[in-house]
Each structure stands twice: as C-alpha cells, then as structure tokens.
C-alpha cells in the first residue's frame, strides 16, 4: 500500500489508539484527534514516528470543531485518504441511563451517533470504499 493520510477520531486511546499505531507502523502519516491533548501525546511518543502525526483537540459534538480538524488535517498533510470516526464516550460514570439529564443525553447522542455518521469532508458519497469501523455503525473510508 502507497503511503496514505488517515484522519481518526478517537485516538487517544483504546481502538482509535491501537489504529493510529497500526496505520503508522504501516508507514502512512495520521492526523490524531480526540478531547484530551495528553492522551493524544501519548499515542504520537508511542507511535515513534511523530514526524509523520499531528494532533489537534476536538469536541465532535460541535460541527465547527469536527470542520476544523478536517482543515488541519488537510493543511498539515495535504489531502485526507482514510477517515476513521472512532470517538465515542460512555454514559457518565456511576449513573443509570435513566438517572442522565437532557443535556448528558444530547452529549452521549451527538457524539456517538450523529458525529459518528458525518463525514466532515463531504467525500464519502464520492468514488470511497465504505468501510464499517468495529467499534460502532460510524462509516470509514479510504480512497
């Protein structure tokens, strides 16, 4: 495989973490976002090809932050090949489902369904094989 630009969400840790590595092992150049900066560091030093990362902090529940990496990534690497939407985040800890309020609800709906089925450069209705990603329904692609 040539050497592609993969933008995943979720990378901080867990599967989005375990992806980025892999892809970069595979000699490709990922672009790493999630909420928590120190997580994303973390997985750029255990990458050991930091040349080939750039990171950038996002709330996808917000589309201008969701726009925004898309611009970084494109700025940073060129173009976007491979789109992983991997971010997801849990019911708040020690709560029932039915004990969250609205606002928590919209919070763990926007990022986990609705961020999750966007595709923040418009290309996926394009010429992309649609991948499913194994943590949810969120689409990937690679061109």
């Known amino acids: 495989m040539t050497e592609r630009v993969a933008l995943i969400t979720g990378a901080g840790r867990g599967l989005g973490r375990v992806m980025a590595l892999a892809l970069l092992r595979a000699g490709h150049r990922v ?7 120190a997580s994303l560091e ?62 928590q609800i919209r919070h763990v709906f926007d990022i986990n369904t609705r961020a999750d089925q966007a595709d923040p450069t418009g290309r996926a209705r394009n010429d992309r094989a649609r991948l499913g990603t194994p943590c949810s329904s969120a689409p990937a692609w690679i061109s």
């Open 31 to 37: 672009f790493l976002a999630s909420t928590d900066k």
């Open 42 to 103: 973390e997985t750029q030093r255990a990458s050991g090809a930091a040349e080939r990362t750039a990171i950038a902090t996002a709330d996808l529940a917000d589309e201008r932050s969701l726009a925004s990496i898309v611009d970084g990534a494109e700025r940073t690497f060129g173009r976007i090949d491979i789109l992983i939407n991997n971010a997801g985040v849990p019911n708040p800890p020690a709560r029932q489902p039915l004990e969250l309020g609205l606002d």
